[in-house]
């Protein structure tokens, strides 16, 4: 039994939302916010369900915000925020938050770099403390840098290099995006790590790790009230710096279908197609994003849903298919879909057989009880994520960092749940064109060819005395 | 791009073991149902949400030797047309109530688990879908054909993959001749029939081998209702088939080593170690929190990741089972680095296990454990989750209020007696997956 996780905007949304169904007291009523006097948004929760909070900390820096020759840096600056402060020694972040019961974290995407701690919410403003001293007062050392630098290439290793399916994935951006940064793998290309020094990781943190790029969010069992005093106290003292200019990547229309093939270790062939899809733009006029997130759903978003229903059980051409389009972005978004064939078929007949239900939906559009089905499965799930502290916090920092505002969440349900069998048909007519399309494949190389070939390439690297 | 995994691990490995009585909304409520099934429930309204775990000793180590894969097949078949619906009705249906229902078997255990809205229609459609997947599964010849091939297609792609292959080398040395060490193989699951997956389903989701785990916007006697509506219908109990399983036989210290040409190698340390009902688990976990599993603050990250770069992810932990699960330290590296890598995880743990943990360390753990309990507890999911294992394993109900005073009484003497018991250098089997 497979249980989808809802996608992109669907996921996004199904975080929190003011319910149509019978709940206690309607979230919005309680949330809060203000912006101190140095910039930085401050929103706040109040969850009393149990006696935990969680702080997070989003800073509107990606690797979108990155150039080539120092890809990765937005993520090796999140490595190096944990190595300490002239008043928080090395390690000792994770130790003081260890210590009074909390656990923490931080990611990078494209689009954001953000921080958290789990805690007992007694101890909410102790981390608050530490997070606003990392905001403006990293010591950045060289030598625990070049520890760092090496873990985070083996983090590489870890999840690109050793894994067929993200490497496809890489590959496939790089073709599908041009100009827009969104070409460049967020942990960054090997030998831009390789070549990477703390001078780079430096430049960084001072140019983009100030208050007024960032949003501190706390949700849990707390007083907004008292939450403002502390922000104000801790991240209120840190003074406000000109942030540099952001550039506008435009992806120049793409005028021709795109492929590309990676070959990589597996059994199965993988089969990735991608359309240039919109962002959301502007949450109260844009139409096509939402029609675009009810297509997937109802393409996907159930076991019964009609790709699994078409591909798997009924042509039986797959043994897996996913999709995903997430309109939620800082850049362009792809409407991608997934899928590995059953043995005996071929990626040319699933590609053939996904392009077919893409046309049902473009010919024939979808029914209402398809629609209907996708909205009731949105508003349970926006119960159900009610349910966690961290996924209410994420929602909030991701819909602030993006630059919709957390208050857009609502609207952004409406207008899902004012989709029509129209506009879902008429955006299957208009997207999935084939010059707007990027087909990745991964070519399956059998272990022992690959063990052998890698060894010989090894051989060759020692004799010529290569690097690694 | 999350800046370790091994927040992951831990939670996992302690599911059974967290939580606080200043924290519990509510106590944990239970009984045994007429049909004879243990219950464990939690009453709690603040959401309208309902999450109900049904779990069988039907696991992986329930599998007939030849019929490896058989535990999981059945488990993932439940609900692919049960009832008066075929599969394509059964997921609608789901979908049209907004529910969502999973199922899976693990090394124990298999398990159905429901969440659903609670207003009395949505709940009662859930149910009853939850009801027929246990109860009523058609196993139709066609839909058990069709997923027979894509599970030996997901196998074989699967056994091409560093960190499966790594896996199954280290359970295999580690358990031989024991069901924990039984692989599931496409050949295995090739020679299987629909007829074995029923005669698997009649023969291990009887009440008498199931438990429940109830948490949310239910009283008590709406719960006791459902209970007794998931159990009155499963098939007979067959005094015949085994419900305990054979203790592992001691290992004896050796490597493994498998070829592969990824980046980087896969190394696993470990032994059978400690079973479910052992007293000393909560000092083996409080211990492993210094080893191991205390994420970005433990002995072995700091000396392989932080001092040295050696490794992104490096972690230990135990996994108590019905008999002896298994203790395991593992890390990535790059390949050329494995045997350094190596040498650093055995001088931490050779350390460990002669001092045990300062009293400083220890008390890092127990502030840790015991002070940050709220956060193990702090949702219906996670709830659900422990309770799962607590009705599974037969834990007693105040096991969750008692567990941080156990672990404050911890000393560190008992958690180096406990190592010492528990963990043997000259049982230790080391796997060297892509390793140079």
Redesign the interface.
């Known amino acids: 039994m497979r249980l989808r996780i809802a996608l992109g905007l669907l996921s996004l949304l199904s975080l929190l939302l003011t319910p149509p169904l019978a709940v206690a007291a309607p979230v919005m009523d309680n949330t809060f916010e203000t912006t101190l006097a140095n910039g930085m948004r401050v929103v706040v929760r109040e969850d009393h369900r149990a006696p935990t909070a969680v702080q997070m900390v989003w800073y509107r820096v990606g690797s979108i915000d990155e150039h080539d020759g120092v890809t990765g840096v937005a993520h090796v600056t999140e490595h190096m925020m944990f190595k300490g402060t002239p008043r928080v020694g090395p390690g000792e972040f994770n130790r003081r938050v260890a210590s009074v019961g909390g656990r923490d974290n931080a990611f990078t995407s494209t689009d954001y770099t953000a921080y958290f701690q789990q805690v007992p919410a007694s101890q909410l403003k102790a981390v608050m403390v530490l997070e606003a001293d990392r905001m403006r007062h990293l010591t950045l050392e060289p030598i625990g840098y070049s520890k760092e630098i090496q873990v985070i290439m083996e983090e590489r290793r870890m999840r690109t290099d050793d894994q067929s399916s993200a490497r496809v994935h890489e590959a496939m951006n790089a073709v599908a995006w041009q100009a827009h940064p969104y070409r460049r793998p967020v942990i960054g290309w090997m030998s831009d790590l390789e070549q990477m020094t703390v001078a780079d990781v430096r430049d960084w943190y001072r140019r983009w790790y100030v208050p007024n790029n960032a949003t501190l969010v706390v949700v849990g069992d707390v007083n907004h009230q008292q939450v403002f005093g502390w922000a104000k106290q801790t991240y209120g003292a840190i003074p406000a710096r000109a942030l540099p200019a952001r550039k506008q990547y435009e992806e120049p229309v793409q005028t021709g279908q795109r492929q590309l093939e990676v070959k990589a270790p597996a059994d199965l062939p993988l089969l990735v197609m991608g359309w240039k899809a919109p962002r959301l733009n502007d949450p109260r006029k844009d139409m096509d994003p939402y029609a675009l997130e009810m297509l997937a759903q109802i393409l996907d978003g159930h076991d019964a849903a009609r790709l699994p229903t078409a591909l798997v059980r009924e042509q039986q051409v797959a043994v897996s298919i996913d999709t995903s389009y997430d309109s939620t972005n800082r850049g362009p978004s792809m409407f991608m879909v997934q899928a590995s064939p059953r043995p005996g078929h071929t990626v040319e007949q699933l590609e053939q057989s996904i392009r077919g239900a893409l046309a049902e939906v473009a010919n024939k559009g979808v029914t209402d009880q398809e629609l209907a089905r996708a909205r009731s499965q949105l508003r349970a799930s926006e119960v159900y994520k009610k349910d966690s502290v961290m996924g209410q916090a994420m929602e909030i920092g991701m819909l602030e960092t993006l630059g919709y505002g957390w208050q857009s969440s609502p609207l952004m349900l409406e207008k899902l749940n004012q989709v029509t069998a129209a506009d879902v048909q008429r955006v299957a007519q208009s997207y999935f064109k084939d010059d707007q399309l990027t087909i990745a494949r991964l070519v399956p190389q059998p272990l022992d060819a690959a063990a052998l070939a890698a060894r010989a390439k090894r051989a060759e690297a020692i004799q010529a005395g290569g690097r690694h | 791009?999350?800046?370790?995994n091994q927040?992951l691990t831990w939670p996992i490995v302690l599911a059974a073991a967290l939580l606080s009585a200043?924290?519990l909304?509510a106590p944990v409520q239970s009984w045994t149902t007429p049909q004879g099934t243990r219950v464990y429930f939690i009453e709690t309204h603040?959401?309208?949400?309902v999450d109900v775990q049904i779990s069988f000793l039907a696991g992986a180590a329930f599998d007939p030797p030849a019929l490896t894969g058989v535990a999981s097949m059945t488990a993932?078949l439940?609900?692919?047309g049960a009832g008066e619906r075929n599969?394509?009705?059964?997921?609608?249906t789901?979908?049209?109530?907004?529910?969502?229902?999973?199922?899976?078997a693990g090394m124990d255990s298999a398990s159905v688990s429901l969440?659903t809205?609670s207003?009395p229609e949505r709940r009662a459609t859930a149910v009853a879908l939850m009801v027929d997947a246990l109860t009523r599964p058609h196993f139709d010849g066609a839909v058990f054909k069709?997923d027979q091939?894509?599970s030996v297609?997901?196998l074989?792609?699967a056994?091409?993959?560093?960190q499966v292959l790594s896996q199954r080398a280290y359970m295999a040395a580690i358990y031989p001749d024991h069901p924990y060490g039984r692989l599931t193989t496409p050949e295995s699951l090739a020679q299987m029939n629909r007829s074995d997956v029923e005669r698997f389903w009649r023969q291990h989701y009887s009440a008498a081998r199931a438990s429940v785990a109830l948490v949310g916007d239910l009283t008590r006697a709406e719960a006791e209702a459902l209970a007794i509506r998931l159990t009155e219908a499963l098939p007979a109990d067959q005094a015949d088939v085994p419900r305990t399983l054979p203790k592992p036989a001691p290992t004896v210290a050796k490597t493994v080593r498998v070829?592969?040409?990824?980046?980087?190698a896969h190394l696993l340390v470990g032994m059978p170690s400690v079973a479910r009902d052992d007293a000393e688990q909560i000092a083996l976990q409080v211990g492993n929190y210094t080893l191991g599993g205390?994420?970005?603050?433990s002995l072995l990250t700091?000396s392989v990741?932080?001092?040295?770069?050696?490794?992104?992810?490096v972690y230990s932990y135990f996994d108590p089972k019905l008999v002896e699960g298994p203790f395991t330290i593992g890390l990535?590296?790059?390949r050329s680095q494995a045997d350094d890598a190596l040498k650093v995880v055995n001088t931490v743990l050779g350390d460990f296990l002669q001092r045990g943990p300062t009293a400083a360390q220890l008390k890092?753990a127990q502030?840790?454990?015991?002070?940050?309990?709220?956060?193990r507890?702090?949702?219906?999911?996670k709830l659900a989750a422990n309770l799962g294992v607590m009705a599974f394993y037969g834990l007693p109900t105040d096991w969750l209020e008692k567990y941080p005073e156990r672990v404050r009484a911890l000393t560190p003497e008992a958690i180096r007696e406990a190592f010492q018991k528990h963990v043997k250098p000259e049982q230790l089997v080391t796997v060297r997956t892509a390793a140079d």
């Open positions: 791009m999350t800046r370790t927040w200043q924290v909304a603040a959401l309208p949400i993932s439940l609900d692919q599969e394509k009705e059964v997921a609608e789901l979908a049209d109530i907004g529910a969502q229902m999973s199922s899976g969440r809205l207003d069709r091939a894509r297609a997901g074989k792609e056994l091409t993959k560093p070829d592969h040409p990824a980046s980087q205390g994420g970005f603050v700091k990741r932080e001092d040295r770069g050696y490794a992104y992810s990535e590296t790059k890092a502030d840790n454990i015991a002070g940050g309990f709220a956060l507890i702090d949702s219906n999911s």
